[in-house]
């Protein structure tokens, strides 16, 4: 049993409290554990900004690297003012059970930025990122680790990260991170891959329920990548998504939001907050509102004892890394609420970012079709897959979720031995 570790904190106790309900599940021995729930590498650096006024501001940078006995480690990058070293290595930690769940060839990594991008200038932003890869270049690399978009990143901030690192090795390695623009080596179908890999998870568990998709309601918590690509996927099968909420808050439309008019209005606004036609709700009663389908797709720990018991969906798909708390989780899978569990459910980001990562490594680009078909294969296979499992050995979907995942790494190192 850990004691104590420099990732203490509630979300790295969280996904140690999962792996370990899993690990007693699979019989996995306490010898074996520590290393599992520990990270194998973790990089901690202060990383000084020129500000635009002339002072200089330090940031404290984190990269962390679960395991690498499958291959390189992947995962994204955070800039956020509430990232710390123990939500890094949780995330990284899910990372791992993901990568392995959908059979990528990965371990799991994540890095984070404490800091808020919301507060800086696109310059300070550009400093930072930079300036943080510099110091990333000792540990990342194609076949080492590779990063990509989270939390408060996109793809200009890939493309940065791609252009440092390049700079210092002296000739251009699109292969670095993925989730980057296209005109420098990333893959079509990428900005949209995560939001489009909810969408069809969350058709099929409709189709399970035999709720029809034309007119159900949706709830999104986050509109950020992940939550405006699932709201405008589900929207082709002309879903309603009668609520969606940012930072500042939320908007409600019984009637169903207009998607294309609201992106107009963040365009403008930098917010959905004010959007005519809508009643405001906050994000606390936005979890609790009656629909057919609630998304979190912001952070972690949104779902909590205290609302677990309020919630009014049918279907609860975890877009966002770790947005059900234990204690909720509890209730959770006493109820007759669908789960789709986060490892599951936003898994067409990374798997999209390995077909990235193919085509980077082979120079040879895919058509968006292509890309579409092979990550609606992936995430068919991997679907049917949890629930059969699942309905066999009477799991609650995330056990049988992570059930796969922990098991295909357990294997591996196995077969390897202690280094990796
Ligand atoms: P993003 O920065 O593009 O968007 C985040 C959104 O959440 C923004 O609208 C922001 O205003 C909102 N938000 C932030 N804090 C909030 C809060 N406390 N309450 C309500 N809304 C809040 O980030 P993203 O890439 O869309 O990531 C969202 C989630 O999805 C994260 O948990 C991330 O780890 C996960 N995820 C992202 C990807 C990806 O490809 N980007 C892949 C897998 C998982």
Redesign the pocket.
Known sequence: MITQTVFDSPVFQMACEQYDHIADWLGIGQSERERARLPKRTLVVQVPVRMDDGRVENFQGYRVQHHLTIGPTKG?I?YHPDVTIGEVAA?AMWMSWKCALVGLPFGGAKGGVTCDPRKMSIGEIERLTRRFTQELIPIIGPQVDIP???????EQTMAWIMDSYSTQVGHSVPGIVT?KPVCIGGSLGRRE??GRGVAYLVNRAMDTLKIPAEGASVVI???????FHTAFALSRHRTRIVAV????GGIYCKEGLHLDKLAVHIQKTESVVGFEGAEPVS?EELLTLPCDVLIP????R?VTADNVGKLRCRILAE?????TTVEADHVLRKSDIFLLPDILC?SG??IVSYFEWVQDLQNFFWTEAEVNDRLYRILEQTFSHVMQFAKREKLYHRDAAMAIGVKKVADAKKVRGLFP
């Open positions: 994204g955070r995330l990509a978009p989270d939390l408060g990143t996109n989730g891959a995560t918590q986050g509109f950020g990548n992940v939550g909420s940012d930072y500042r994000n797709a912001a952070v972690e949104q877009a966002a890394n770790g947005p936003n980001g990374v």
